[in-house]
């Protein structure tokens, strides 16, 4: 490659419209969105801030944007940013458009998005990759990064030469040659998602809050249980080791904030991706997310009741804008683990 390469970012939302702020100017950028994200791009520009640089600012005629993924037809590397829930069409819509060099990374939650973005482009290398920070659009056009982290991608030869690029770009790539523990991390770490979305509140305030806290607490230990019962040994990405982590989110509240100080350390209007879906009343990526420890579960022959609920939860919300209070939510929890343990067949210690 000797000019700048061509990148495409299809999916182009809060991931999507960060990075292509990010890596705009170092590459040949083409922005793939819907018609409203475009809209708005083409009033607003792009904004983008937090990480160690300044804000840089894209003006609207200097961004390239395309409503679909024919604008991706030329691109030596296209990134998908889109929800785990439309993997599949995209997939199904790149296959004919893609060259057959062009290198695939999906930026994105959940286990499953690189083998299906495979099963339909067996001629192109395709790899997982990992965003460990938080996007918020605090306003239109605007992205902010929220939390530190490197952007983690699955180490192969075909991603040698966008190394330099990103690096250059302020979202450098750490190449990883254990993803599938990395993105095992990620998916304990994003079980934060739907506590955060049934509770309709900002992250910051939820999570200084003991009974929102322990809600995650039962998620993330019944999952720790399942993933051992699988011998699944999850990448360590976070300052403090996962197995730690429900002890210290049921601490009281002066004694979390000492413990555990980073995890406040947020932009406190902060939400996660999950509970902005709910808010706009799209649908979610629960199946990916908790949905995906009750089907390790049941693969191994156990139950998970916690994320069951969780799941069966954030649908019915997906259906009819139910919100929750915390001893609202932390009662349904415990009262499906209790359940669970009646009938003796959950992981041995999982439900508390
Ligand atoms: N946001 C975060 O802070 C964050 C952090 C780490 C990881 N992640 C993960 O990164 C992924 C992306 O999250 P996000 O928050 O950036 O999602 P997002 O803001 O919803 O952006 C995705 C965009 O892609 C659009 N889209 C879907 N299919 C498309 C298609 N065929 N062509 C063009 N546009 C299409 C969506 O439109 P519609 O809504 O109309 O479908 C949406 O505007 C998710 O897996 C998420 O879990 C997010």
Not at 129 to 136: D, S
Not at 177 to 202: F, M
């Amino acid at each position: 490659m000797t000019s700048a390469p061509r990148i495409a970012i299809v999916g182009a939302g809060l991931v999507g419209g960060y990075l292509g702020g990010c890596l705009h100017g170092h590459a040949r950028v083409t922005l793939v969105c819907r018609e409203r994200v475009a809209a708005m791009l083409a009033s607003t520009g792009i904004a983008v801030s937090g990480g160690a640089g300044p804000t840089r600012r894209i003006a609207p005629p200097e961004l390239d944007i395309a409503l679909d993924v024919s604008g991706a037809a030329q691109a030596d590397l296209v990134l998908v940013t889109a929800k785990s829930t439309a993997t599949a069409s995209i997939a199904r819509a790149l296959e004919s458009v893609l060259e057959p060099e062009a290198v695939v990374v999906s930026f994105q939650n959940g286990m499953r998005n690189a083998a299906w973005l495979r099963e339909r482009l067996p001629r192109n290398a395709v790899l997982a990759g990992t965003v460990p920070f938080n996007v918020a659009s605090p306003s239109p056009g605007m992205f902010r990064r929220g939390e530190f982290g490197e952007l983690m991608v699955e180490d192969a030869p075909a991603l040698a030469p966008f190394v330099p690029v990103f690096a250059a770009a302020g979202v450098a790539l750490a190449r990883r040659g254990d993803i599938t523990a990395v993105q095992w991390a990620k998916l304990l770490v994003n079980l934060v998602n739907p506590v955060n979305a049934l509770g309709d509140l900002p992250l910051r305030a939820q999570l200084a809050d003991r009974t929102w806290r322990r809600c995650l607490a039962l998620a993330l230990r019944e999952a720790l249980a399942v993933y051992r019962a699988a011998g699944i040994r999850p990448a360590r990405i976070t300052p403090m080791p996962m197995r730690w982590l429900p002890i210290v989110l049921e601490l009281p509240d002066a004694l979390f904030a000492r413990a555990a100080g980073t995890m406040l350390s947020m932009d406190p209007q902060a939400r996660t991706s999950m509970s902005e879906d709910l808010r706009a009343g799209r649908r979610t990526e629960i199946d990916d997310l908790n949905g995906e420890v009750v089907a390790l579960a049941a693969s191994r022959g156990v139950r998970a009741p916690v994320n069951a609920r969780l799941v069966e939860l954030v649908h019915a919300a997906e259906q009819h804008a139910r919100r929750y209070t915390g001893p609202e939510l932390l009662g349904d929890l415990r009262g499906a683990g209790s359940a669970a343990i009646a009938s003796s067949t959950s992981v041995p210690g999982s439900a508390r």
